[in-house]
C-alpha cells in the first residue's frame, strides 16, 4: 500500500521560512509528479507547486519567487522551501503524488494527510 507522510509544517512569523517533506513509502513501481497543494480555511484546495520526474516545475502565481520544490528520486521524497512567508499563506499543505504502483500498469494519484502552517503578521 502507498502512502505519503508529509513533516515540517509549524507556526511562524511572517517574514520566517519553512521546509516541508513528503516522503511516498510502499511498493512504488515510479513516480511521475510530486507536489504541493494548500487549503486555507473557506477556501478551493489550490496548487503551490509541482515538479515532474524530467524536472520541469511549476509554481502557481502567489508563491514564485519565495516557494522553492526539489525531489529526491532516490529517495522519494519531495520538499518545500517556504520563505518570506506571509499570512495569506496560512492553510493545511497537502502532499500530492501521481505514481505508478508495483504490479499495476496505470498512473494513480495519491494524497498525504496534511500539514498545517500558520504565519502570523
Known amino acids: 500500500q502507498v502512502e505519503l507522510v508529509e513533516s515540517g509544517g509549524g507556526s511562524v512569523q511572517a517574514g520566517g521560512s519553512l521546509r516541508l517533506s513528503c516522503k511516498a513509502s510502499?511498493?512504488?513501481?515510479?513516480?511521475?509528479?510530486m507536489g504541493w497543494f494548500r487549503q486555507a480555511p473557506g477556501k478551493e484546495r489550490e496548487l503551490v507547486a509541482k515538479?515532474?520526474?524530467?524536472?520541469?516545475?511549476d509554481y502557481s502565481d502567489s508563491v514564485k519567487g519565495r516557494f522553492t520544490i526539489t525531489r529526491d528520486n532516490n529517495k522519494d521524497t519531495v520538499y518545500l522551501q517556504m520563505n518570506s512567508l506571509k499570512p495569506e499563506d496560512t492553510a493545511v499543505y497537502y502532499c500530492?503524488?501521481?505514481?505508478?504502483?508495483w504490479g499495476m500498469g496505470e498512473h494513480y494519484d495519491y494524497w498525504g494527510e496534511g500539514t498545517q502552517v500558520t504565519v502570523s503578521s
Open positions: 500530492n503524488a501521481d505514481l505508478i504502483p
Open positions: 510502499g511498493l512504488i513501481a515510479s513516480i511521475n509528479v
Open positions: 515538479l515532474s520526474s524530467s524536472g520541469r516545475e
